[in-house]
């Protein structure tokens, strides 16, 4: 009797060409978790950013952070309200404040630098935000929409019943204008609209809370002006599931897991971003070859139930056959 023997290989190959690159930029700037934000309601702002990249393995090793109260300070480097000096980390993910007091209702734009474990990789990139009102001595507006809170109607629940308001200030500006800022609150919900044009898409804001402690306060601009650091991937092969395509944005950059089988042939494609690296676990039945031309591949470990791969950043291919 003839037997054959199958050995399962599985060979991690760094794709070149279309899936990588020789080069690195800041991408993705956020205040507070989001791209530019308006009226940011802290007194020390948080700042993140990913590295987008082409090349495997990438770490940041240092940053900078600059913070100025316009452009043109920011560029001369003026007047700056904070130089953070190099900072040997790689934290990309909420960097905190620690500059001079911020103002309430100013806006301010900054910069970082990153630098990188790739030999004069520096790189730059500059974003913005504004500061709301963080006192309240800043609040200058009054409560409108009700003329005598004291008599209006509950049903038998002593629940209120008020009927929906439409409220309408006309305003006239004698000078060109740089910015215009709208600030909404209200015990319930609002539609706000500036010259027949709705404002936002917001649908039931502000957001409803406990209103005897806390109401909610949006703000809108002119309409016409920490994990994920270790990554874990341990794909489950259930019978007669051929395909998984599945990923996410994180907080340092697109994390992505597709494979497919085909009878005996399996091939799974990762990426990995930036600033980042990945424990990839596979049964102990794969019979793999480290590749010892892969310099992404930081480590290469065998239990009884598992083999356990470290990799950097990057795009991999992984093929069994």
Request: glycine share 6%; with cysteine.
């Amino acid at each position: 009797m003839r037997t054959n023997h199958f050995i399962l290989l599985i060979t991690l190959c760094l794709m070149m060409g279309c899936r990588q690159g020789t080069w690195i930029q800041i991408a993705e700037l956020q205040v507070e978790m989001r791209k530019n934000p308006e009226r940011i309601g802290v007194a020390s702002p948080r700042f993140s950013w990913q590295l987008h990249t082409g090349l495997p393995n990438v770490m940041q090793t240092s940053y900078q952070i600059k913070v100025a109260a316009s452009q043109e300070d920011l560029k001369t480097e003026n007047n700056l309200v904070w130089n953070s000096g190099k900072i040997d980390s790689d934290q990309s993910i909420l960097v905190s404040y620690a500059g001079k007091p911020l103002e309430s209702g100013k806006a301010y734009f900054w910069q970082v630098t990153v630098w990188t474990n790739y030999k004069n990789s520096v790189q730059r990139a500059h974003g913005k935000w504004s500061m709301g009102l963080l006192r309240a001595s800043d609040w200058k507006a009054r409560w409108i929409g009700i003329n005598d809170p004291e008599n209006i109607k509950r049903d038998a629940q002593s629940r209120t019943r008020l009927s929906a308001r439409y409220l309408r200030k006309d305003f006239a500006v004698s000078q060109n204008v740089k910015r215009a800022m709208l600030y909404i609150s209200g015990v319930g919900s609002s539609v706000p609209y500036l010259n027949g044009q709705q404002v936002s898409d917001d649908v039931f804001a502000p957001l409803p809370t406990l209103y005897t402690t806390t109401v909610y306060c949006n703000t809108y601009n002119d309409p016409q002006s920490v994990g994920f650091k270790q990554i874990r991937m341990k794909p489950v092969f259930p019978p007669g599931l051929t395909k998984v395509n599945a990923s996410y944005q994180s907080p340092y950059g697109l994390i992505k897991s597709e494979w497919y089988r085909n009878n005996d042939k399996f091939t799974w494609f990762i990426t990995i971003p930036a600033n980042t690296t990945a424990t990839v676990e596979l049964p102990a039945s794969f019979n793999i070859r480290r590749m010892k031309e892969q310099p992404e591949l930081l480590s290469f470990e065998r239990t009884t139930d598992l083999v356990i791969i470290k990799l950097g950043s990057g795009q991999y291919e992984i093929l069994s056959d």
